[in-house]
């Protein structure tokens, strides 16, 4: 097996079987379905990577195992492993492993790290205690190396309310008391959420003898955000001088790597004119990220 290892992160976008009522005046039609596979049988196959972290694959358990399998079919049978995690949200959307190697000890999480975060606010005096969708975590052999793996998809910039009666979601506020509030809860869960990776990943790197670690996933926020910047760990000014802090950091590949003398001497992994996974607001927005 060769040392060298490529991994994809992808949201799919509510990847939902045929015939899945995805709103109140749509189901999803056979030719959707296919067309959604097709793409993604496109882009998988041109890039080739080993293990492919998925964000909102859609269903019930059996249905994204079957969106899976009918995936690997497409691709001539060349990713046989996955793993799903148990805790999609309220839309039945989940995080996924896609991969041509053998996926062990695989753990879902969704309860908050322990710590002054572990309970949360929510609205009209509720609390919550577990991420809005599981993180999923699987070690993969390639070569001599053992790796953890991380995917997580936090929670969203979309801010919900309180439901009405006869309603089912709501997203607009009825004040601006409201929307502040609202906000501040959707800011702070996400908090806790890449609090949480983050002690799970200090955890997994503070062992006598840790593996490699990669996280990947849509975190919802860009690459300097204050929730993106704490999964990184410790900063680090200069990656090429050693300290104490060095085994537990972590450096997003998007961003690159910081050597000393300033932004310029930067290693820069991803061209400038492609620092963005989607367009918001008429504006480049990295949002998917992979670490190493």
């Known amino acids: 097996m060769a040392d060298s290892l490529t ?3 992808w949201n799919i976008e509510n990847l939902f079987p045929v015939g899945w009522q995805v709103s109140p005046r749509k189901r999803v ?4 379905f296919d067309a959604k596979l097709d793409f993604l049988t496109g882009a998988i196959s041109n890039i080739g990577p080993d293990v492919v972290a998925l964000q909102e694959l859609g269903g019930g358990e059996a249905d994204a195992a079957n969106t899976l399998a009918t995936l690997n079919t ?7 492993h996955h793993a799903l995690s148990q805790h999609p949200d309220g839309r039945q959307i989940r995080v996924a492993f ?6 062990s000890g695989i753990t879902d999480m969704i309860d908050f790290a322990d710590g002054e975060l572990a309970t949360l606010p929510s609205w009209h005096g509720e609390t919550t205690t577990r991420l809005g969708r599981g993180a999923l975590l699987a070690t993969i052999r390639v070569g001599g190396h053992t790796i953890d793996l991380l995917t997580a998809h936090l929670k969203s910039k979309l801010i919900s309310y309180q439901p009405h009666p006869n309603q089912s979601y709501r997203f607009n506020p009825d004040n601006e008391a409201e929307r502040a509030i609202g906000a501040g809860l959707a800011l702070l869960r996400r908090t806790a959420e890449a609090t949480t990776i983050r002690i799970r990943v200090s955890d997994r790197l503070q062992t006598p003898q840790p ?4 996280v990947l996933g849509d975190l919802n926020d860009e690459v300097y955000a204050a929730t993106s910047q704490l999964i990184l760990g410790p900063e680090d000014r200069d990656a090429t001088s050693q300290d104490t802090l060095d085994p537990v950091r972590l450096y997003n590949l998007a961003a690159g790597i910081p050597r000393r003398g300033g932004m310029e001497n930067d290693l820069q992994f991803l061209d400038p004119t492609e620092h963005y996974t989607r367009i918001y607001q008429d504006r480049g927005e990295l949002i998917d990220h992979i670490y190493r």
């Not at 497409?74 to 046989?80: E, S, T, V, W």
């Not at 593996?211 to 990669?214: D, E, F, G, S």
């Open 7 to 9: 991994v994809m992160t």
């Open 29 to 32: 039609a056979q030719a959707d």
């Open 98 to 103: 896609f991969s041509r190697l053998p996926l």
């Open 74 to 80: 497409r691709l001539g049978q060349a990713y046989p």
């Open 211 to 214: 593996n490699h670690m990669i």
